[in-house]
């Protein structure tokens, strides 16, 4: 119970976090280098309270995780300019999910027993359709041309968000010793992608919020996929799509129809039945 509980962390923290963003105004970039210098900010505070052990593989492996992550983001937000919000998001979140449940499953060996799999299975896509449900019908189509590039970012997006959660689970570093070296490899990979456009401005200096909040949602990862596993606190932690989609409707205003509107709820409700069987799969 403890570790669904810290996996619920990350859906929260995540799913708040885009709403926030948007209100603290800015670009893709100076909005994610906002995000991994609160992190990175975060990381040192809890360093100096927790003062975990660090090891010389703790510092390379959390570097290259939030590398990972770094990387992930600025691609995902890099698809988003060619496929839109509504069809990155879904597809990126569902490829993400498929990445990182096939090496809990099958490399790390988290679910055993036939009635296991096939209840993990059945929530993963469940989680999945509510995921495209909850996009399906907004925005208008792209260029073919734009549709390839968006899918070539998505596609390099997508390895290094799974990079960031399975290398940590991979070594098994403790979460608490992985938080400042993953918020020091996302500031430097931030830092050195987007440095040439001249991120550095009031609108980063507002998403050191944001930054708090990821690290809140990421500490309650690393938490949890020792205890529950990487598929399903990875899992729980897209759940958060629920949060940042109800809330762009309600709170940001943003209009649907009641076609739309009506796939959302499905989805949302999917993605929520999702969870609940995820959490049966953990013995």
Do not use: H
Not at 102 to 113: L, T, Y
Not at 133 to 138: A, D, P, R, S
Not at 218 to 247: E, H, K, R, W
């Amino acid at each position: 119970m403890e570790g669904i509980l810290y996996a619920l962390l990350p859906a929260l923290a995540w799913g708040s976090l885009v709403l926030v963003s948007e209100k603290l105004g800015g670009d893709p970039k100076s909005q994610t280098l906002g995000i991994t210098t609160g992190s990175l900010l975060f990381g040192l505070v809890m360093y100096f309270i927790q003062q975990p052990e660090m090891s010389m593989t703790v510092w390379i492996i959390g570097m290259i995780s939030g590398a990972g992550w770094a990387i992930g983001q600025l691609n995902q937000f890099n698809s988003v300019q060619n496929m839109g919000v509504s069809k990155t998001v879904p597809i990126s979140t569902g490829l993400q999910l498929l990445g990182t449940t096939f090496f809990g499953v099958v490399i790390f060996k988290e679910w055993s027993g036939t009635m296991t799999i096939i209840l993990g299975l059945f929530a993963i896509a469940a989680i999945i359709a509510g995921i495209i449900l909850t996009g399906v019908g907004q925005g208008k189509d792209s260029e073919e041309g734009s549709k390839k590039k968006g899918a070539m970012f998505l596609g390099i997006s997508t390895v290094g968000f799974v990079l960031y959660v399975v290398i940590v689970r991979w070594y098994d570093l403790d979460g608490w010793a992985a938080i400042l070296p993953q918020g020091l490899g996302m500031f430097i990979a931030t830092l050195l992608i987007s440095f040439k456009d001249k991120p550095f401005n009031k609108y980063m200096v507002r998403n050191v919020l944001t930054g708090i909040m990821w690290a809140i949602g990421n500490i309650g990862l690393l938490l949890a996929n020792p205890l529950v596993g990487v598929a399903i606190g990875f899992s729980f932690s897209q759940m958060g799509i629920v949060i940042s989609t109800l809330g762009g409707i309600f709170l940001l205003g943003e209009k649907k129809s009641k076609k739309q509107l009506t796939f959302i709820i499905i989805g949302c409700a999917l993605v929520i039945a999702g969870g609940v069987m995820l959490g049966f799969t953990k013995e």
